[in-house]
């Protein structure tokens, strides 16, 4: 089994930034894409940035220029500096990562979330 386990959340003006950390843990062999989802009250959960084990990055065009995913392979962890942030970007954010456990598939695997909320 795979545990995700994020922090970092939490509520910050309107122009401000926050940084989101994520670290796995458990039956891991290797993480292939690890990533940053989100949800805002209402709506479907979306992607806010992925990056692959080889880091190349891939960003919602909402939060490009203002989001940097990074990740730490030997730590097994994934993180996601946000600045300039707005109202908008209320939602909880759930770390994700596509673990190979050593079967015959990689799997995906969800944290738990955290809140971010932006107020105006």
């Known amino acids: 089994q795979v545990q995700l386990v994020e922090s970092g959340g939490g509520l910050v003006q309107a122009g401000g930034s926050l940084r989101l950390s994520c670290t796995a843990s458990?039956?891991?062999?290797?993480?292939?894409?690890m990533g940053w989802y989100r949800q805002a009250p209402g709506k479907q959960r979306e992607l806010a940035a992925t990056?692959?084990?080889?880091?190349?990055?891939n960003y919602a065009n909402s939060v490009k220029g203002r989001f940097t995913i990074s990740r730490d392979n030997a730590k097994n962890s994934v993180y996601l500096q946000m600045h300039s942030l707005q109202p908008e970007d209320t939602a909880v954010y759930y770390c994700?990562?596509?673990?190979?456990?050593?079967?015959?598939?990689?799997?995906?695997?969800w944290g738990q979330g955290t809140q971010v909320t932006v107020s105006s």
């Open positions: 458990g039956s891991i062999f290797s993480i292939n894409a």
């Open positions: 994700h990562a596509l673990v190979n456990t050593g079967s015959y598939y990689p799997r995906n695997y």
């Open positions: 990056i692959a084990d080889g880091g190349k990055t």
